[in-house]
């Protein structure tokens, strides 16, 4: 069904209700209206890496661990399974009589906001700190979920729009202050192709305020941009409560009716929170017009209708088997895969399985459920911890595996370091028994998270700093002063500072492995005992501390991520180690296609996926400081083999983007370098 026909249905639907009924359909929790034969839908649920909070569902790595696989083509097809998986639930769900919470089909994902300070908590439920990554991952997901056919499989929703990456402890109040360049070049871009490319149904506002104005009722954003210069013709949605901090936190209205008045009057279509219910005293006291409301229910039963919601469609076939499949659970665990990023390697991994006697496989996120599913997360049919991926490898050997948490994953602070760190003794026990330690460190979404949905209160989901918790490093030092050859793992969404363990001579390898899903566990063991090649790419820059950063409410770009940094990173942006040794050898660029065709070589003795990455560096003064991921495309190669790749461009390949926001040709000041990481 085409959006012309959708809103034509939807009007004539709409144009049958009470200016009350039409009220009533712009609470996130829409109550049916019997005489129109039309049931209740709730608009919130989420499918970020998952069908989340909605039951039993494949949980795939976080976001942020899908970013690091530099795989849009892998995504839409997850995005294709997570949608499969909703419409199959929904089916099943709604025809029980249950159209609760989470279990309809617009799904409130991507979250294509920039990860620009590692301390920001929700970070990991973005695609990373670049613009163009974000883009064409944002893009590809939306796809993904909404699929192909005459009708959406399901409706995806662009969010934070815009300007929005925490801190979250203010962010019912924050003010984002940002200049028309960085809007324009950072923030707005990935936005922008998720509207203009994806098509994307939905549009969420963030919390904050942009340039003063609160976000779910911004003139810029909203109005002049987003409905404007875009052409947006889908539905806006509140993040949940925002509109009630306009009154509360923000004070640019006085009161729930003034707020639902403002709200409506930007383009606010559908309320998640409360204060929509104060919208027909606000059209009593003539704050609201009839037309505002029906203009937002039209534009909202016109999703309805192109999700088939009102009709019978072939999307109604899928069935509940799809749920948590055999073939998902696969595509979870190659998801997983491609994810975990090598970032040291001397020479010990992969492991041999037969030349190996014992192994120690220890610290608070080895046998962790939690720190495999990130945030905003489902259920798992089943769950395949670190330590469960290598019981499960080496069970038909002889190979002896010990096992101790070493110290407890605890958000208190030091002064409970002895009640965190019981678990010492056995841990250096293990270590010292075994040829060889699986060190399992990192957070959890308890750690690093959303203000409101974390128990991390003194931060309110923030990290304060890069540093592991304190019981971690007490257990790292014990740990390490044995001498004994250990592989550290880190479990987290989000950069830390791992300097420790790259100086230490006895951490013979470190594996970022994010929140790798419910296949993790399984995954990591097919990476360390060299089944499958480690190919994963950092999507953020792993900085030595917060120091060099800018102030985390400063908004401005300068100094911040791998485009404008000033210093040196301790992993840069695309960075990831492989077991191949794969080297470009020459490549050659089609401006007028935007193409760079590269001969690309694998001289090593190990077969491998890797990332080419296209790079370029403007001498223009609008240019970053640095260099733009401008392509990329993973691609495999076999040992000793070589192949030709073509990689699109950026359509902003050979532009930068003035003081204006205006993006501008810059070609004859630009170059671009193509490698399998950033150029040196």
């Not at 929700?122 to 670049?130: A, L, P, S």
């Not at 002049?224 to 009630?244: K, N, P, Q, T, Y």
């Amino acid at each position: 069904m085409n959006r012309e026909e959708a809103r034509k249905r939807a009007t004539e639907l709409v144009d049958k209700m009470t200016v009350e009924e039409m009220a009533s359909q712009l609470r996130f929790d829409a109550p049916a209206i019997e005489r129109l034969d039309i049931p209740a839908y709730n608009w919130w649920s989420e499918a970020l890496h998952g069908v989340a909070r909605a039951g039993v569902a494949t949980v795939f790595p976080q976001a942020i661990g899908l970013a690091a696989m530099f795989d849009d083509e892998m995504l839409e097809q997850i995005g294709d399974a997570v949608s499969d998986e909703a419409r199959a639930k929904y089916n099943a769900q709604s025809s029980e009589g249950d159209r609760d919470i989470y279990k309809g089909l617009t799904l409130w994902s991507p979250n294509v906001n920039i990860f620009r300070d590692p301390r920001w908590g929700r970070g990991h439920e973005t695609y990373g700190e670049d613009p163009y990554l974000t883009t064409r991952l944002g893009v590809a997901y939306v796809k993904g979920l909404q699929g192909h056919g005459e009708y959406l499989k399901a409706a995806a929703c662009a969010k934070h729009f815009a300007v929005h990456s925490g801190p979250e402890a203010l962010r019912h109040s924050f003010n984002a202050k940002v200049n028309n360049k960085d809007l324009y070049e950072t923030y707005l871009p990935a936005f922008e192709g998720c509207v203009k490319e994806g098509k994307v149904e939905a549009v969420m506002g963030a919390y904050n305020r942009t340039n003063d104005e609160p976000c779910c009722a911004n003139t810029v954003l909203m109005e002049e941009i987003l409905r404007g210069d875009w052409r947006f013709e889908g539905h806006f949605v509140s993040d949940c409560w925002a509109v009630l901090d306009f009154h509360e936190h923000h004070m640019v209205t006085k009161n729930s009716r003034e707020s639902a008045a403002l709200a409506i009057s930007k383009g606010c279509d559908v309320n998640c929170g409360s204060t929509y219910l104060c919208l027909m005293q606000a059209y009593k006291e003539k704050k609201v017009t009839k037309d505002q409301i029906r203009t937002a229910a039209i534009r909202l039963f016109t999703t309805r209708f192109l999700l088939g919601l009102f009709d019978k469609t072939e999307l109604d076939n899928i069935g509940y088997d799809v749920v948590s499949s055999k073939e998902h659970l696969a595509l979870s665990e190659k998801a997983a895969e491609r994810s975990m990023v090598l970032l040291k390697n001397d020479g010990l991994l992969p492991l041999k399985k037969e030349e190996l006697k014992s192994i120690a496989v220890i610290g608070p996120n080895a046998n962790s459920r939690a720190a495999l599913v990130g945030n905003y997360h489902g259920t798992a049919a089943r769950y395949h911890t670190i330590s469960d991926g290598i019981f499960e490898y080496l069970e038909d050997t002889d190979v002896r595996v010990y096992a101790s948490e070493g110290c407890h994953l605890f958000k208190e602070k030091t002064e409970n370091l002895a009640k965190e760190n019981d678990r010492i003794a056995e841990a250096v026990t293990c270590v010292k028994n075994a040829d060889v330690t699986v060190l399992v460190l990192g957070l959890d979404e308890t750690l690093e998270g959303e203000e409101g949905d974390t128990g991390n209160s003194y931060a309110s989901g923030d990290k304060n700093d890069l540093e592991l918790p304190k019981s971690q490093q007490v257990l790292i030092d014990a740990v390490l002063a044995l001498g004994k050859p250990v592989i550290a793992v880190n479990m987290t969404g989000s950069a830390m500072n791992l300097r420790k363990l790259i100086d230490n001579e006895n951490v013979k390898a470190i594996i970022q492995a994010w929140y790798p899903g419910s296949e993790g566990g399984r995954a990591f063991a097919k990476i360390l005992f060299g089944q499958v090649s480690p190919s994963g790419k950092l999507p953020v820059t792993f900085y030595e501390n917060v120091d060099e950063l800018p102030d985390f409410t400063d908004y401005n770009m300068k100094g911040r991520t791998y485009r404008y940094m000033e210093g040196k990173a301790q992993f840069g942006f695309g960075f990831g180690l492989t077991y191949g040794e794969c080297k470009v050898k020459n490549f050659t660029e089609n401006r007028e296609e935007r193409t760079v065709t590269v001969t690309a070589a694998n001289e090593g003795s190990f077969d491998t996926e890797d990332v080419i990455q296209i790079y370029a560096k403007n001498t223009s003064e609008y240019a970053p400081k640095n260099v733009s991921l401008v392509g990329f495309k993973r691609v495999f190669l076999k040992a000793g083999e070589k192949k030709i790749f073509t990689v699109k461009l950026s359509d902003h390949a050979y532009e930068v983007c003035n003081n204006d926001g205006k993006w501008i040709n810059a070609a004859d000041s630009c170059t671009l370098y193509a490698g399998f990481s950033q150029p040196k």
